[in-house]
């Protein structure tokens, strides 16, 4: 296993349209993250699943995101309708059950919006 | 209020000196895990470290070492005998039971170790 991974790692779309990226956790890991992180900023929350229950929600993420981890194992996030403000770098993470364990990052979906 | 604060934007220093990271936190809980990161320019977040509040026994790992104190919240990283490879971003994290354990990160501290 070579950890959380990311496709794709750059994405340049035009304002308006429809995005997906996809996140391949840690194979025995049940718990995947969404993150979005901005040019000087740390990680914000998006969302998280547990196998393939989505048990919460940032107020972040609006009705124009979406994310789906149908088998519990593999995770796609969609933005429709791009706005320029979502550029950003978009990060999953994944985390055995417990809360005292540590996550796993993947490399990044780095977004841009023209 | 900002429940994670890195108060240090950016530091700079030359190769082999230490540099002390500051991680300030803020949480009413009593069980509550601490983490350090680090983000290299490639962009992934590298586990550094995971404390929980009831271990304040300070960690020594290499060049690395933690300060936790939970007197005044603070959780800071000190790299001794720095090298230009650790020039990168580093932030502190928080995890609550009130948050759910999810991750709060501070604004991260970028460093940079001159040749």
């Known amino acids: 296993d070579t950890g959380v991974s990311q496709d794709p790692r750059h994405k340049i779309t035009k304002r308006g349209q429809n995005v997906t990226f996809r996140c391949d956790p840690i194979s025995e890991h049940n718990r995947l993250y969404w993150y979005r992180q901005t040019l000087g900023q740390g990680p914000e929350f998006l969302t998280y699943?547990?196998?393939?229950?989505?048990?919460?929600k940032s107020r972040l993420l609006s009705d124009r995101f979406s994310a789906e981890r149908p088998k519990g194992s593999f995770s796609t996030l969609e933005i429709q309708r791009t706005e320029q403000g979502d550029s950003a770098m978009y990060l999953c993470?994944?985390?055995?059950?417990?809360?005292?364990?540590?996550?796993?990052f993947g490399s990044g979906t780095r977004l841009t919006v023209v | 209020a900002q429940k994670v604060t890195q108060a240090q934007t950016e530091i700079s220093v030359v190769e082999k000196e230490d540099v002390t990271l500051d991680c300030v936190y803020e949480t009413r809980d009593t069980t509550y895990y601490l983490f350090w990161y680090k983000q290299p320019p490639s962009g992934e977040l590298v586990f550094l470290i995971r404390?929980?509040?009831?271990d304040e026994q300070n960690e020594i790992s290499g060049r690395y070492s933690w300060n936790f104190q939970k007197s005044t919240s603070s959780f800071n990283f000190t790299i001794t005998a720095s090298q230009v490879v650790d020039s990168a971003v580093y932030f502190c994290a928080l995890s609550e039971a009130r948050s759910n354990y999810q991750l709060i990160w501070g604004a991260g501290t970028k460093l940079i170790i001159k040749p």
């Open positions: 993470a994944s985390s055995l059950p417990g809360k005292q364990q540590g996550y796993t």
């Open positions: 699943f547990q196998n393939e229950a989505q048990l919460e």
């Open positions: 404390r929980n509040s009831f």
